[in-house]
T-cell receptor, first 116, second 112 residues
């Protein structure tokens, strides 16, 4: 069965500093990988996704992620963090369901705090 | 604008009561999902539906029930059999086989 590990529960960075959030996945086939962001009390918003092709994917809000098959990783990066980036970030892996369709399995999330 | 609407935003349930959470989408998506979110546990799949009048159990379906009578609607009932229902519930939809999910803004259920 597929699984996702986000090893960092909390991360604190200064505004303007670079950011990297770690994600490791386990899946037997070619993975479909996602990063979502969640503000307190809200739903999840898709930041970016990887299906195939170029291993460096660009997303919204200046985020990017790099798929590394050899390391089973899909780390999220941003060159310069803004105070509004403070939120919880979830990595997810997609898998096919019996009978068709798909299911996302989520990591436990990383809470990002931005110091001004 | 298209999207997913969940209601109510906050819901309080007494012990032994059934409650129903609403989820409506106007994205014309075929598939809909219910996830439960608890602090430190990520999101766990409760039920999903890929077409009208059909739905499947997810990883934690015990104590929950759903229906899919219309493409736009996928209500979730939290029954009295669910021993620990206090959580944040998220509804999502996707256009099969597209993997992109659109999420609603969630319902926070509290047992009082």
């Amino acid at each position: 069965a597929q699984s996702v590990t986000q090893p960092d529960i909390h991360i604190t960075v200064s505004e303007g500093a670079s950011l990297e959030l770690r994600c490791n996945y386990s899946y037997g086939a070619t993975p479909y990988l996602f990063w979502y962001v969640q503000s307190p009390g809200q739903g999840l918003q898709l930041l970016l996704k990887y299906f195939s092709g170029d291993t460096l994917v660009q997303g919204i809000k200046g985020f990017e992620a790099e798929f590394k098959r050899s390391q089973s990783s899909f780390n999220l990066r941003k060159p310069s963090v803004h105070w509004s980036d403070a939120a919880e970030y979830f990595c997810a892996v997609g898998a096919s369901l019996t009978g068709g369709g798909n299911k996302l399995t989520f990591g436990t999330g990383t809470q990002l705090k931005v110091e001004l | 604008d298209g999207g997913i609407t969940q209601s109510p935003k906050y819901l309080f349930r007494k012990e032994g009561q059934n409650v129903t959470l609403s989820c409506e989408q106007n994205l014309n998506h075929d598939a809909m999902y219910w996830y439960r979110q608890d602090p430190g546990q990520g999101l766990r799949l409760i039920y999903y539906s890929q077409i009208v009048n059909d739905f499947q159990k997810g990883d934690i379906a015990e104590g929950y029930s759903v229906s899919r009578e219309k493409k736009e609607s996928f209500p979730l009932t939290v029954t009295s059999a669910q021993k620990n229902p206090t959580a944040f519930y998220l509804c999502a939809s996707s256009q099969v086989p597209n993997y992109g999910y659109t999420f609603g803004s969630g319902t926070r259920l509290t047992v009082v």
